[in-house]
Structures are given as C-alpha cells and as structure tokens.
C-alpha cells in the first residue's frame, strides 16, 4: 500500500533562517506531488505541484520554492523566512497518468511551521 | 474556471440526528467532485467522490454524498451523527487539466452530545 511521510511535524523558526521541508512516497511510482499550506486552520493554497521530476509548477510568487531530486521526493525550501510564512503545510500526491482525473489526493500528516 | 463554495462556515448538529454539509460547484465540462475530512493538527482524508454514474455516493466512515446536476450541488449526508465526527470538512474539484483539486473554504461540523 502508498504511505506519505512528511517532517518534520512541527517547527519553530527565526525570521530570515532557511527552511527545508522534506516529503516522500512509498509505494508507488511516478506520482503527482503537491505542496499546500494552510493558514489559520482553514482554507487550502496550493504552492508547487509536481508531474515528474524537474517538472515543478508554481502556484503563488513567494520566497518559497520546491525541488524533486527523486521521483518520490518532494521537498519545500525557502532561503529567508518571514513571519508572514507561518502555517501548516501540507503535501500531498496522486496517481498520474490517464487515471488523474479519477484519483483523489493523499496526503500527509503536515508539517506546523511558526516563524518567530 | 472551476470552483467549489461551501457556503456554511459552521454546521450544528445533535449526536444521533442527520447532518448534511453544503457544496455547490461550478465547472467547465464533467465534474470531477471529493470530499475531505480534516481532524485537528492532520492532513486531510479522503471520504468520497464523484465521477460518474449513481447520484448518491457512499464514502468512508458512514458518509454519503448526494450530487445534483441541476442544482450544481453535492451535498455531504450521514444518517446519524456522531460526536467523533466533529471536524473540519472539505469540498473539492479536479481542474480543467486534471492535475490539481480546487478546494472549497472548509466547513467545521460540531457534533454536541
């Protein structure tokens, strides 16, 4: 069966530390990777997705950026942090392929990130 | 573009009686419609979706969700609430290219005893 795993589970940073947050996949091959954060406890904004390796699409101009050195890892930078930069962040994946339209989102446990 | 609106930010409801939870959608060509659960400080889990054929799909946990082409809605249902199912639920739809799901506002369901 796929699994996600996603770390840290919580981290506390200073304004202008990097931040690296690191996201894999089991159990399957080729899958569609997502990074989404979440503010305040509710809506969902997308950030990056991903349909293969060094194939990255930004959702939203920011000082965050994502890379995939493998094909089952999705990882979520960023050089400077702001305050404003501050959420749960969450990645996702689904299968790729015809069967996209069909297949939901899987995601992990989320990574809770306050920057100080 | 597509778009999903949950139109209630909260849903009241007494353990033991019905809860439904809103969506309406709106869409280019064929919906391609999820719901989601969120419990506190987790990722979201999938419930169920809508892709074609019965209007009435059964999920995870107890839950169904009923779509309605003419009223552009596909509301979330459970015949009788439990306390464990207060959470913060998720509306969503697959884009027009089918590489990302479209999330709605989320709605907390507050189930008291």
């Known amino acids: 069966s796929q699994t996600i795993h996603q770390w840290p589970a919580t981290l506390v940073q200073p304004v202008g530390s990097p931040l690296s947050l690191e996201c894999t996949v089991e159990g399957t091959s080729n899958p569609n990777l997502y990074w989404y954060r979440q503010a305040a406890g509710r809506g969902l904004q997308l950030l990056f997705y991903?349909?293969?390796?060094?194939?990255i699409s930004s959702e939203v101009p920011q000082n965050l950026s994502a890379s995939r050195p493998q094909d089952r890892q999705f990882i979520l930078s960023s050089k400077k942090l702001l305050l404003s930069d501050s959420g749960f962040y969450l990645c996702?994946?689904?299968?790729?392929?015809?069967?996209?339209?069909?297949?939901?989102?899987?995601f992990g446990n989320g990574t809770r990130l306050t920057v100080t | 573009a597509q778009s999903v609106a949950q139109p209630e930010d909260q849903v009241n409801v007494a353990e033991g009686n019905p809860l439904t939870v809103k969506c309406t959608y709106s869409v280019s060509g064929n919906p391609y419609l999820f719901w989601y659960v969120q419990y506190p400080n987790r990722g979201l889990q999938f419930l169920l979706k809508y892709i074609t054929g019965d209007n009435l799909v059964k999920g995870s946990y107890g839950f169904e969700a009923e779509f309605n082409k003419s009223q552009t809605s596909f509301h979330l249902k459970k015949p009788s609430a439990l306390v464990s199912d207060s959470a913060l639920y998720f509306c969503a739809v697959r884009d027009i290219g089918f590489q990302k799901l479209v999330f709605g506002t989320g709605t907390r369901l507050l189930v008291s005893p």
């Open positions: 996702a994946w689904s299968v790729t392929g015809g069967a996209t339209y069909n297949s939901p989102l899987h």
């Open positions: 991903s349909i293969g390796i060094d194939q």
